[in-house]
């Protein structure tokens, strides 16, 4: 069974780093984002709760993430493992994670805040269908318009140089002691996430001995 847990800023590319582990290790990734955005979309009382957090530009409560995080957690048979997205949050979850799961390491994606600044600042959104796009690495064939609806393309309302400012501040401020206290316990591979999406998989894999990646 392998075990991770993956930290990086957002645009880091930490999902897309972790779906191709989980896809072909056939680990179970949960990530803390997804399971908010599901539950916006589906207007859960806690998809309320995280939009009116996330539009003020700020982190969900540590509280609400742990306990989303225990019923994930308690409520699968682990055959394969998992990888973690998202979680812990604060110095007391993981202490409470390194007791309970023998984990094989946390996967650090560094990213300089420039870089994030820019990555971030070039997301689109099509406001009619809701395809992603980013105009330094996936551009609209015509500028501010949807390849696939032809919909008009907007920036998400938490993606302006503000609220990123914030969520960098945020991340740090949390980040930072975490990093220490799994630092200690010699379990953190820091990789650097300005290359391609391909070369960073490439170093998780070897930092952990882990098998190639199955190409089709
Ligand atoms: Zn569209």
């Known amino acids: ?13 930490k999902g897309t780093q972790a779906k191709l582990l989980a896809e072909d290790l056939e680990l179970e990734h949960l990530s803390v984002g997804d399971i908010f955005r599901w539950n916006v979309q589906h207007r859960t009382k806690l998809g309320a ?22 019923d994930r957690l308690a409520s699968h048979d682990w055959n394969y493992g998992f990888i973690i997205d998202g979680f812990p949050r604060n110095a007391a979850q993981a202490e409470f994670f390194l007791e309970s799961y023998d984990i094989d390491g946390v996967i ?10 820019r990555r971030v600042l070039a997301r689109r959104l099509c406001g009619q269908c809701g395809l992603d796009y980013n105009l330094i690495a996936h ?6 318009t949807c390849d696939v609806c032809g919909g008009g393309l907007v920036s998400r309302a938490d993606d302006n140089a503000e609220a990123l400012a914030v969520r960098l501040g ?3 401020a949390q980040t930072r002691p975490l990093i220490e206290i799994f630092q200690r316990k010699e379990y953190v591979a820091t990789i650097d ?24």
């Not at 409560?61 to 989303?68: N, Q, W």
């Not at 650090?108 to 600044?117: A, G, K, S, T």
């Not at 551009?139 to 501010?144: A, K, M, N, V």
């Not at 996430?193 to 089709?216: C, G, H, K, N, W």
């Open 1 to 13: 069974m392998r075990k991770f847990i993956i930290t990086g800023i957002q645009g880091s590319g």
């Open 108 to 117: 650090n994606l560094h990213l300089p805040d420039e870089e994030v600044q």
């Open 139 to 144: 551009r609209p064939q015509r500028e501010g």
């Open 49 to 70: 709760q995280v939009k009116r957090i996330i539009a003020a530009g700020h982190l969900v409560d540590d509280d609400i993430v742990e306990s989303i995080i225990r």
């Open 170 to 172: 945020d991340y740090h």
């Open 193 to 216: 996430a300005t290359r391609s999406v391909d070369e960073v998989q490439m170093a998780i894999r070897d930092y952990f001995s882990l098998p190639a990646r199955l190409t089709v």
